[in-house]
């Protein structure tokens, strides 16, 4: 498909466990970004990417998480040791820089549930 | 710091107009976006200030001052499916969204 692909969709796992979220951004675009969302709440932000590199990753909560892009396509975010608190949704979403309002195109999200 | 405020919740009848009010505090500025999101779905983009004034695309128009710091998301002829949440972000390097405004249609 021509749009950002997140996987897997739902997640649940225990309290402790180590999980990724895949993100495959629409073709082409250079920027990247992490988003959690909670219920009721906007997106809020954790990490973006230009490229390879993370531009600002300024909103990631602790160094239990991580997210890397490594051939400036397609992201994995990763939580370690997790914990209740971080249940909620995490979107991707990806831009062309340079493009006219360089809008945000997002995935469907991937819903982690931490029992 | 960075803070961007909308109203909670908003209630409107259908066919009327409805206006969501976004005010924002950023340490840069590089455009400022609407949002749509149905519940359980991903937000999707409505549009697009980065200068002054009035954007208009069908029933839904932007605003923008710079120099307050406000925006504004207008809505005419509400229809039912215009329920959602509608969520303001700003460009200053990176894109910041409010926390949103649930907008309630009454039938």
């Known amino acids: 498909g021509a749009g950002v692909s997140q996987t897997p969709s739902n997640k649940v796992t225990e309290k402790g466990k180590y999980v990724e979220l895949r993100c495959d951004p629409i073709?082409?675009?250079?920027?990247l970004y992490w988003y959690r969302q909670s219920l009721g709440q906007g997106p809020e932000f954790l990490i973006y990417?230009?490229?390879?590199?993370?531009?600002?990753d300024s909103g990631l909560p602790n160094d239990r998480f991580f997210a890397v892009r490594p051939e400036g396509s397609v992201s994995t975010l990763k939580i370690q040791r997790t914990e209740r608190g971080d249940s909620a949704v995490y979107l991707c979403?990806?831009?062309?820089?340079?493009?006219?309002?360089?809008?945000?195109?997002f995935g469907e999200g991937s819903r982690l549930t931490v029992l | 710091g960075q803070n961007i405020d909308q109203p909670t919740e908003m209630t409107a009848t259908e066919g009327a107009i409805v206006q969501i009010n976004c005010t924002y505090q950023t340490s840069g500025f590089n455009g400022l976006f609407w949002y749509q999101q149905h519940a359980g779905e991903a937000p999707t983009f409505l549009s697009y200030?980065?200068?002054?004034g009035l954007e208009e695309k069908g029933r839904f128009s932007s605003f923008l001052s710079r120099s307050k710091g406000y925006s504004y998301l207008l809505l005419k002829e509400l229809q039912m499916k215009d329920s959602a949440s509608y969520l303001c972000?700003?460009?200053?390097?990176?894109?910041?969204f409010g926390k949103g405004t649930r907008l309630h249609i009454l039938p």
């Open positions: 073709s082409g675009h250079t920027a």
């Open positions: 990417f230009q490229g390879t590199g993370a531009a600002d």
């Open positions: 979403a990806s831009s062309l820089k340079g493009h006219n309002t360089g809008e945000l195109f």
């Open positions: 972000a700003v460009r200053d390097d990176k894109i910041i």
């Open positions: 200030n980065v200068l002054d």
